[in-house]
């Protein structure tokens, strides 16, 4: 059974950085030549946002909002996504979920972000 559990949501004051993390297990990266991992966010009463997009073998998309400040990653060897967050602005306050398409579509259950002082 694939799994995907996000972790490093937290409290930090504008300005500040946070890295979230997001394990994949029941499923090995490496065994997929083509594949899409994302990070959506998604605050009370509004749509699930598309923030970060990493296509492998393609390459990255960003939403403009995040654009020079986060950076989406990946570690093929431990099935990990991250999301590099920086210079973060209270706006940017949202539940934070990992989602991965491998053939079939699959969803963390989320981590909160909380930016503020």
Not at 8 to 37: K, M, Q
Not at 63 to 79: C, H, P, W
Not at 91 to 114: I, M, N, P
Request: charge should be positive; proline fraction near 4%; include cysteine.
């Amino acid at each position: 059974q694939v799994q995907l559990v996000e972790s490093g949501g937290g409290l930090v004051p504008p300005g500040g950085s946070l890295t979230l993390s997001c394990l994949a297990s029941g499923i090995r990266f490496s065994r997929y030549s083509t594949y899409t991992l994302s990070w959506y966010r998604q605050v009370p009463e509004k749509e699930r946002e598309l923030v970060a997009k990493l296509t492998v073998p393609l390459g990255t998309d960003y939403a403009d909002s995040v654009k020079g400040r986060f950076t989406i990653s990946r570690d093929s060897a431990q099935n990990m996504v991250y999301l590099q967050m920086n210079s973060l602005k209270p706006e940017d306050t949202a539940v934070y979920y990992c989602h991965g398409v491998f053939g079939l579509s699959y969803w963390g259950r989320g981590t909160q972000v909380t930016v503020s002082s």
